[in-house]
């Protein structure tokens, strides 16, 4: 069964988000992402915000637009029972309140399209999704403080590769917006279920008479 966005989380005494989360079991569902290329600006030290629509998320019933894209390092979510040296997450945020993390692993292998455009300044959602496009997810807290705020988690399954100079310009940025952040510490899961789901991308696109419509991307 899928979890819906707005079903309350575990309190953050009860262990927050990242946690120490079991293999996924099956059967949790599908989210679509509705997405397109568009510009980053600034939003703090740490933080980059879209500066035209550039995501949408649908899981279950609720619907969350993109607010900001960060980089932790190293990961805060394991992959594969090691820690990544970096992770991308992704914030949305519906109007109710409801938040979801989207969090993706990089690790050392092939250069990323993705990642350059990312230094550049431009957001390519689906590039930075890779295929086959599954998630772990479970309910949980933000991992910024006060760690209190409500977030589903959506955490990558396949990891997003990067070159070694990728990477080392991602741990090691200091421009505004680029600079990574410190992981928090893994929580405890304390028996919360952690569901598998596959995400649907639909690129949008705009047609001759100035409306959006939305293009099956492969997965």
């Given at each position: 069964?899928q979890p819906p966005?707005?079903?309350?989380?575990?309190?953050?005494a009860?262990?927050?988000?990242?946690?120490?989360?079991?293999e996924?079991r099956?059967?949790?569902?599908?989210?679509t992402i509705?997405t397109?290329?568009?510009?980053?600006?600034v939003a703090?030290t740490h933080?980059r915000?879209p500066?035209?629509d550039s995501a949408?998320?649908?899981?279950?019933?609720?619907t969350?637009?993109?607010?900001t894209?960060?980089?932790?390092?190293?990961?805060?979510h394991?992959?594969?029972g090691r820690?990544?040296?970096a992770?991308?997450?992704l914030?949305?945020?519906?109007?109710?309140?409801a938040?979801?993390?989207?969090?993706?692993?990089?690790?050392p292998g092939?250069?990323?399209?993705a990642?350059?455009?990312l230094?550049?300044?431009?957001l390519?959602?689906?590039?930075?999704?890779?295929?086959?496009r599954?998630f772990?997810?479970y309910?949980g807290t933000?991992?910024l403080?006060p760690f209190?705020?409500?977030?589903?988690?959506?955490v990558?399954?396949?990891?997003?590769t990067?070159?070694?100079a990728?990477?080392?310009r991602?741990?090691t940025?200091?421009a505004?917006?680029y600079r990574?952040?410190?992981?928090?510490?893994?929580?405890?899961?304390?028996?919360?279920?952690?569901?598998?789901l596959?995400a649907?991308?639909l690129?949008?696109?705009?047609?001759?008479?100035?409306?959006e419509?939305?293009?099956?991307?492969?997965?």
């Amino acid at each position: 069964m899928q979890p819906p966005l707005g079903e309350p989380p575990m309190s953050s005494a009860a262990g927050g988000a990242p946690i120490e989360f079991p293999e996924p079991r099956s059967g949790g569902g599908q989210v679509t992402i509705l997405t397109r290329r568009a510009r980053l600006g600034v939003a703090g030290t740490h933080h980059r915000r879209p500066l035209e629509d550039s995501a949408l998320l649908v899981l279950g019933t609720g619907t969350s637009v993109l607010q900001t894209v960060s980089t932790r390092t190293p990961a805060e979510h394991p992959h594969h029972g090691r820690t990544p040296p970096a992770e991308l997450q992704l914030r949305f945020a519906a109007d109710e309140g409801a938040q979801v993390g989207l969090a993706v692993p990089i690790v050392p292998g092939p250069p990323s399209a993705a990642l350059d455009d990312l230094e550049r300044g431009i957001l390519d959602v689906y590039g930075l999704l890779t295929r086959p496009r599954e998630f772990a997810g479970y309910h949980g807290t933000d991992t910024l403080p006060p760690f209190v705020d409500p977030t589903m988690w959506l955490v990558a399954l396949t990891s997003l590769t990067a070159s070694g100079a990728q990477l080392e310009r991602l741990t090691t940025a200091t421009a505004p917006g680029y600079r990574p952040l410190p992981p928090r510490s893994a929580q405890p899961s304390q028996g919360r279920p952690v569901v598998r789901l596959r995400a649907k991308v639909l690129i949008l696109r705009t047609g001759s008479s100035g409306a959006e419509t939305g293009e099956l991307a492969l997965t």
